[in-house]
């Protein structure tokens, strides 16, 4: 497992941007994926979009063409950019890791809200 902290997150109007960092405790380069998950006030987490260590990535439909996530293996850290938001992306944003072996880790969520 590693440590993870997720930061960024705000109060911004729709069709505003934030970036979303995820800073590892160790270095990334053997993690097998690293991806960001949302959960909004009385639905279940879900999958906002990932990356592989070989930086294959894959979003969620509703996000497709407005976020983006990128590493930087030097620093340990994901990013999520997030652009033209919409009140619907509201929610708690976690960062979460799956090394080789399967193990995973959850940072402690940062809270997304975005007003109309």
């Known amino acids: 497992q590693v440590q993870l902290a997720e930061s960024g997150g705000g109060l911004v109007q729709a069709g505003g941007s934030l970036r979303l960092s995820c800073a590892a405790s160790r270095t990334i380069f053997s993690i097998d994926f690293m991806g960001w998950y949302r959960q909004a006030s009385g639905k279940q987490r879900e999958l906002v979009a990932g990356i592989t260590s070989f930086g294959r990535t894959n979003y969620a439909d509703s996000v497709k063409g407005r976020f983006t996530i990128s590493r930087d293996n030097a620093k340990s850290t994901v990013y999520l950019q997030m652009n033209s938001l919409k009140p619907e992306d509201t929610a708690v944003y976690y960062c979460?890791?799956?090394?080789?072996?399967?193990?995973?880790?959850w940072g402690q969520g940062t809270q997304v809200i975005v007003s109309s």
């Open positions: 979460t890791a799956v090394n080789i072996g399967g193990t995973s880790s």
